[in-house]
Structure formats: C-alpha cells, structure tokens
C-alpha cells in the first residue's frame, strides 16, 4: 500500500487511534477475517487442485499457483496482523516485525502483478507465436519466470527496508514516500500504472488476434485437453500426456464412422510420431465462443486487481496532505484486502475444471463429518 506521510506524522507508539474510527474498526476486524478466511482456504484449495487434478496442470496454471502463493501469503500471515492492529488500533508487533511486515506486503503485490502481466504475455505470444511460448513456457522456462517474479519483487522493496513504517491513516505498516522519493514513485509507475497497462494491452491484443488458419490455437488458449470445456486463463501448450489422456477420455465411436462423421468435434489430434499436434478445423462458432470465455476470465481477474487498488492509489495521489477523514484512508485500503481471496471465487464461477476440482477436495475434506451425520 502507498501512503504519502510527513516527516511529523511517523507515529512512534504504533497507535492509530482516532475518534472517528473507532466504531469502523469492527467492521475493519470482521472483514479482515472474512478475507483471511476465503483466502486461505480458497488459495490452499487452488494449489491441491493444481496438484489432485491433472487436467489443470498446464503451463499457465502454474502461473495461477504462483499468483495463489502470494495470495496466501498475504491472507495466511500478513491479514491476520492487519486485523489485530485494528482491533486494538495500535501496531503491537514493534519496529523490527513493521519492517519485514511492509516488505511481505509489497512483495505480495509485486509477483501479483508480475504474474498478472507474464499471463496476458504469455496468453498472447500463444496466439501470435505458439514456437515461442512452446521454448519460453517450457518446465525449465517455467521455473525461471516464477522465480523471476520474487526475485525481481524482493529486488524492488528490499532497498525501502529502512523507509517502512507504522502508518496510522491505516493502521498498518507501509514505506514512507516522502523520504523514499523519487524512488517510490518510479516503483509506483513501474508497477501500478506500466505493469497494468501493459497487462490490458495484451490482453486486449489477444482477445482482438484470431487464430491463424494453419493452427489450432483453441486447444491451447482454452485449456480443453480433457474433452471437458474449462473457462480460465490456463492453457495447455500441446502435449503427448494430455493429448492421450484427451484421447482416453473422450467418447469411443466405431472406428469405421470416426472419419466421416460431419459433426464431429473440431481439434487437435495425435500422429503416430512423437504425439505432435495435427491441425483439425478451425473457426468454428464453438471455438470463437471458449475463446470468448477464456478472453473474458482473464479480463475478469484484471479488472477485479485493478478494481481492488485503483481507489486506494487515487485518494493518496490526490490527498497528498491527508485532509480526508482516517475513515475513508481505512475503507479504501480496506478494498485492496479483497484482491487476495477474490481469485479462487473467480475460478469456481468461471472455470468448470477448477470448480469441479475444488468440489471434490471438500467432498473428500469432509467426508467424515458427513460419515458420522449419516449414522
């Protein structure tokens, strides 16, 4: 979180307490706990699915568990203090655990966002140059982009570690832009304004750019490799594994109408050499509409972070001198806690895999409570 505070408005005893937000804080408190709540489970569901499920390993729901990891660090350790500091309107944890406190805080929100960005990358470069994302989204690409995304985060706020401090607007620990200047601002820029912007320009891309006629982009773009439609923003670069799983799973027709069956599903299929992909027909209305879903899913997930920040990052470029209430600092930074739980809430709505995934997890989660309500 970004606050613009005076040099005389550090507050050494960590209190925040203010007449006016004294009966806001429980809302503050009850909030704080629903998002700690929905996010960590949400989140540590995301990732047993990726895991259980193996329809939804692909290479950009990799990218959908990194994002899921720095949610839950945000929701699993850093939330849970937020809603202390509220509920006693003070920072109890001292100067030391304020520090490491607002470096988690902006590392969280880095990789989410380099996560965001590298998924509309990533999304358009299949479209455009599927020999491309096929070396870059590679096991070992891969790897090296997720531990981009921390590096490159921990590279940027690490420098700030003597700047973060107790911010009573919020009742929470954040850097001190005045005395980070101009540095804070470029990281502001950098990641709140190019990063984002960057990231709707590709999407929007992506979303205007058709499949080349020689190509089958939908089965990689739509994440579709088990014969079951799924509406995210995971694709499946093509694959010998998940071509045969696809195959296995599909309905079986007698072998001697197979090929000249009109109605047949348009898609890829496996050749006899090394399991690559053999164009099927493309641009058929099913297709443009799972690009359309998919389109909308990562738009969807944009739109919500952007949703999320965009009011706390205008009150304090605008209220530089902090005339507006504490009230209205608390309830806008209180909108940025949503964008760590809203993502799983996302992908049970939109995604049919991961809704059927996280289904099934909790099914079996609580198999025994429903064990002894049957007895």
Known sequence: MFMNISDGEENATFSCYNPSVVEYRYFGVLWGSLVTLVGTVGNILTML????????????????????????????????????SYLYLRWRGGASWCRVFGLLLFLSNSVSILTLCLIAAGRYILIAKRALFQRVFSGLGLALLLSATWAVGLASFGPLWPFYVFTPQVCTCSFHRSRGRPYTTVLLFLYFFLGLGCKYRLSRRSSRKKPAGGEDTTEG?????????????????????????????????????HSSDPISKPGPRATSQGGKLEAGPTGS????????????????????????????????????????????????ANLTWLNSCINPVLYAAMNRQFSQAYRALLTRALWPVTALCRR
């Open 49 to 84: 699915a990726f895991v259980a499920d193996r329809r939804l390993r692909t290479p950009f729901n990799v990218l959908i568990v990194n994002l899921a990891v720095a949610d839950l660090l945000y929701c699993s350790v850093l939330q849970p203090v937020s809603v202390d």
């Open 221 to 257: 773009d739509s994440g579709v490799v088990s014969g079951t439609v799924t509406h995210s923003s995971e694709i499946s670069g093509p694959s010998e594994g998940s071509i045969t799983q696809a195959q296995n799973q599909l309905p079986k027709k007698p072998q001697a109408n």
């Open 285 to 332: 209305p099913n297709d443009d509409g799972e690009f359309a879903r998919v389109t909308r899913m990562c738009f969807t997930v944009f739109v919500c972070f952007t949703c999320c920040f965009v009011p706390f990052i205008l009150l304090n470029i605008l209220d530089r001198g902090n005339r507006a209430p504490q009230v209205v600092h608390m309830l806008c």
